[in-house]
Every structure is written in C-alpha cells, then in structure tokens.
T-cell receptor
Framework: NAGVTQTPKFQVLKTGQSMTLQCAQD?????MSWYRQDPGMGLRLIHY???????DQGEVPNGYNVSRSTTEDFPLRLLSAAPSQTSVYFC??????????????FGEGSRLTVL | QKEVEQDPGPLSVPEGAIVSLNCTYS??????FMWYRQYSRKGPELLMY????GNKEDGRFTAQVDKSSKYISLFIRDSQPSDSATYLC????????????FGQGTRLTINP
C-alpha cells in the first residue's frame, strides 16, 4: 500500500521555466490537495479537489494550475517559475468516509528550488 | 494576523521532561482540532484530533482544547528522543474535510 506518492523528490528550475509536480494516491480518497511549506509560514493550501473534474483555489493559488482527470492523480503545474516558489510541496489526500474526516494523508514532499 | 498562531520554537528539553506545545486561533467557527507530527524530510502525520472543547489522552500524549480562549495545547509526558520532530497544530470547520488551516509548526528536540 503506497499511500500518497509524489515525484520528483527534488527539482531545480531556472526562473521562467515550467514544470509539473506529480501526485498519485491509491486509497480511493475523494479529496486531494496541494500545500506548500515555507520556514515560519507552516503549511499553506494552494489548490484542492473534491473529486475528479472538480478543483478549487486555496490560500496561495497564484502561479499554479491543477487538474483532476482521475480519482488517483492530482498534478500541480508551475506555469512560469519564480524564486518565490522555492519551497517544499506536499500533496495530501483525505476522505469523508471513516471515523474521522479531518485526517490528511501526506506524501513525502517535493523540494523545489527556483534560481 | 494569521488565523492560527504557533510559536515556532525551536524547543529543546531533556529526556523525560513534560513538553507543552500551544496554538491560538482567531476563527471561532473552527470545530476540529488536530496535531500533526513531522519528522525531518518527511510528510506530516496525524498524531491526535479533538472535536470541539475538552481533553483527549492517548498514551503519553494529551490534547486540550479551550474554545472560550481559542487556545489548544498538546502535552507530551515522559518525552523520548524519538519524539524529536516538528509539531503542527491544524484546525478546520465542520464542513470542508479537505481544507485545514495549519500553525507554523514547533520544532522540538528531546536530548538524551
């Protein structure tokens, strides 16, 4: 049982380049989300999805795009990378089924540096 | 002002000490309160959760919520070196299982 898998684990980009962070989950969770973690800022929600074909913006969506074509996958696209997007990105999934509906299951993170 | 405030530390204590971690929040509509633990270079994992006010105990860990003061705490008794991690408080409304608001995280080191 892999849980939430993120690729790549590390990436260095130049300003203006684009790239996609991949996220896949095998728990059949309906909710998926992307957070970024910066020193002193905690985890901030970028985008989230409540199901295939449905996405919405979180707290810090600018400069990022998402899509959800399947239940399993939720890629995050950086359109034109900026140094301010240097961060650690976490994908998470969750479900309304079960005893507690507030638990997020996180991947191990993708560390992105924009030069 | 952030919706959830947490002292980022770092906090360093000797093994066996009682640790107290705290968060304050401003949105009185929050109903679910959680503590996540994050080891270095890993994703956060849920440690404990509480619905509304009150206390919850799980082994050496106790979570407290005081909604009247908008204040939550996590206590760790008989702290162990394996407890060394970053602890993040998180909270959410009744609706919106996918949208948590996190504190900044407190980095904790337990010294043998």
């Amino acid at each position: 049982n892999a849980g939430v898998t993120q690729t790549p684990k590390f990436q260095v980009l130049k300003t203006g380049q684009s790239m996609t962070l991949q996220c896949a989950q095998d728990m059949n969770h309906e909710y998926m989300s992307w957070y970024r973690q910066d020193p002193g800022m905690g985890l901030r929600l970028i985008h989230y999805s409540v199901g295939a074909g449905i996405t919405d913006q979180g707290e810090v969506p600018n400069g990022y795009n998402v899509s959800r074509s399947t239940t399993e996958d939720f890629p995050l696209r950086l359109l034109s990378a900026a140094p301010s997007q240097t961060s650690v990105y976490f994908c998470a999934s969750s479900t309304d089924r079960g005893r507690f509906t507030g638990e997020l299951f996180f991947g191990e993170g993708s560390r992105l540096t924009v030069l | 002002q952030k919706e959830v405030e947490q002292d980022p530390g770092p906090l360093s204590v000797p093994e066996g000490a009682i640790v107290s971690l705290n968060c304050t929040y401003s949105n009185s509509a929050f109903q679910y309160f959680m503590w996540y633990r994050q080891y270095s270079r890993k994703g956060p994992e849920l440690l404990m959760y509480t619905y509304s006010s009150g206390n919850k105990e799980d082994g050496r860990f106790t979570a407290q919520v005081d909604k009247s003061s908008k204040y939550i705490s996590l206590f760790i008794r008989d702290s162990q070196p394996s407890d060394s991690a970053t602890y993040l408080c998180a909270m959410r409304l009744v609706q919106g299982a996918q949208k948590l608001v996190f504190g900044q995280g407190t980095r904790l080191t337990i010294n043998p």
